[in-house]
């Protein structure tokens, strides 16, 4: 066959064009490090506050509540000075404090009212439970807790109240210290505040001393205490802020507790820093109610787990989303169905990225710039990785990775206040991926939550992946049980009305899905057990193949 002369000439111009796009890609990379390395990451988390308060200005609002009283950034530093004060008593510099508040404006006050005279807030997960509450308690030693009573009563957390007690914990009442703030205290704050540029100098702390204690869940025993640094919270920021860009006209709505490092650092520190507007939301789970006030607020960034913004998704207007130029999910995986109906319906483009809260959290994100559907995106400037060979499993391996943003360390129950570093800076992740060439992130499982079926390892998230294709309206969790013949055998939990496995077999055998990977046993349940952060409670779950099996036996 004679191929046309014009055929040449188009293989040498593709050639070009591909030479055009590698080059695109060194450079964004070699830009996205000098940003990173060049960043002012190296700073305590007030004075970061403080900086952003001198670029943007003192009236420039950094953030509003539900309560729809904005705060400039002169008000945020004023009243956290003031609130300070009365937050550090009988405590010394160093001293871990508790927080049990929502998502809210007073939340970051106490926030940066701690770090103003150097403390250490410690955020409790209210949505843990009694026992777990009065575990973290002792594991980080806190001898005392602030709350707020219009937040027990209205969450129904009374239960909280004695496990806070039993730890040893004294609780405090925001209510209670209102009544107690003088002329004097305002003034000073407010004073404070104007002269911040001399406040910042007298400043207690170092980059590399702790900024902010964070919980596990609990799911594989006593809760941990994640210890994170200044530097950790303000690399991660800046390593982000390298890949997306934030602006002082964006305005940020955050459902997501603080609580957790989602909501923290990638929710509230990051787009504060940066000069954007943050809206508090105190529960993801109010679907009808968050569209509407992603609408109100003019909100156009929206953060969220798949969970959480699928159930956006059934109730929004599209109109809801007409600002938001960009969401971006963690903390679990993102389904392609979400992901379809935010971009045909609504018009945004999601971005998933991947972390861990003894990451302070991000470890990888997809960009506008760089964006690979059904991957977490690429690894973060600043950060060095490799992977575990892991027996049995053929391609990728157990993410391992150190950088400025790794944890100070842990605090155990079974030694508390007691940190335990990571050795020699390195985070083992847990999890199974693999990385293309191009260097984005292939999630294939976790370590744990992988299944041995007739001596060959099936990953549960992977089916959990193609069972979500074939039932995409509804959440499932697939657990591993002791089989005697096969060594494991997969059960799924569905909300599913109806759901057969003979459903499951036809859809496995018209996807080439082997046969290993079919759940042999299907159970509907009415509601799926879920963390506060919008996770599948895998310990719950596994707790009811416990009273399945109780009630069958």
């Known amino acids: 066959t004679i191929l046309p002369p014009q055929t040449f000439e188009v293989a040498e111009e593709l050639k070009g064009r591909k030479r055009r796009e590698e080059a695109g890609k060194k450079l964004y990379d070699l830009m996205s490090e000098t940003q990173f390395a060049t960043s002012p990451y190296r700073r305590t988390v007030y004075r970061s506050i403080l900086d952003a308060m001198h670029i943007h200005g003192g009236s420039h609002i950094a953030c509003e509540d539900i309560n729809r009283a904005p705060l400039s950034f002169r008000m945020l530093v004023a ?49 843990a439970g009694a026992a ?6 002792n594991t980080a030693k806190l001898k005392h807790v602030f709350t707020s009573r219009k937040f027990i009563e209205a969450g129904k957390l009374d239960s909280l109240v004695p496990a806070i007690q039993l730890s040893g914990a004294k609780l405090h009442y925001l209510e209670d210290i209102a009544p107690t703030v003088s002329k004097f205290d305002k003034i000073y704050g407010l004073l404070a505040a104007y002269t911040s540029c001399l406040w910042q100098h007298i400043l207690p702390g170092r980059p590399d001393d702790s900024a902010v204690i964070l919980f596990t869940s609990g799911s594989e025993g006593a809760p941990k205490g994640v210890v994170l640094s200044h530097t950790n919270l303000m690399a991660n920021r800046h390593q982000v802020a390298a890949r997306i860009a934030f602006g002082a006209q964006d305005i940020v709505f955050n459902a997501m507790p603080l609580f957790h490092s989602f909501g923290l650092t990638g929710a509230t520190l990051l787009p504060i820093t940066a000069g954007a507007r943050v809206f508090f939301y105190p529960s993801p789970l109010h679907y009808r109610i968050v569209p509407e006030l992603t ?44 992901r379809r109906v935010y971009s045909e319906k609504y018009g945004v483009r999601i971005l998933e990225g991947y972390g861990a809260t003894e ?146 077999l036809e859809y496995a055998r018209a996807n080439g899905i082997q046969e290993l990977s079919i759940p042999k046993t299907v159970k509907v349940i009415e509601k799926m057990p879920l963390l506060g952060t919008g996770k599948v409670d895998y310990p719950a779950v596994q707790k009811l193949v416990s009273q399945k099996q109780d009630a069958s036996a």
């Open 79 to 127: 009243r956290s000075i003031i609130l300070g004060k009365k937050l550090r008593k009988d405590t010394r510099h160093g001293d871990p404090v508790g927080l049990l508040l929502p998502s809210a404006n007073a939340t970051l006050v106490a926030f940066l009212g701690l770090h103003a005279f150097g403390r250490v807030p410690a955020m409790l997960n209210f949505s």
């Open 132 to 137: 777990n509450i009065t575990s973290a308690c």
């Open 295 to 338: 609408y109100d607020t003019n909100a156009t960034i929206l953060f969220g787990t798949d969970t959480f913004l699928a159930g956006y998704a059934k109730f929004a207007n599209p109109y809801d989303f007409y600002r938001v130029r960009l969401a971006v999910s963690g903390a679990e995986k993102l389904k392609d169905e979400t």
């Open 359 to 504: 990451t302070a959290p991000v470890i990888s994100v997809n960009t506008p710039m760089q964006n690979k559907a059904g991957t977490v995106g690429r690894i973060l400037p600043g950060m060095e990785y490799r992977l575990e060979p892991m027996p049995g499993i053929d391609e990728g391996g157990k993410l391992i990775v150190r950088g400025p943003n790794v944890m100070r360390g842990y605090l155990l129950a079974d030694k508390p206040g007691q940190l335990q570093p990571p050795a020699d800076g390195w985070y083992d992740t847990g999890d199974i991926v693999k990385i293309d060439s191009d260097g984005f992130v292939h999630i294939l499982g976790r370590a744990k939550r992988f299944a041995k079926i007739g001596g060959e390892m099936v990953s549960l998230a992977a089916v959990e992946s193609y069972l979500s294709k074939l039932w995409p309206e509804t959440p499932h969790a697939v657990v591993a049980i002791p089989d005697d013949k096969k060594g494991e055998q997969l059960v799924l939990f569905t909300e599913k009305k109806g759901a057969e496995r003979a459903a499951i």
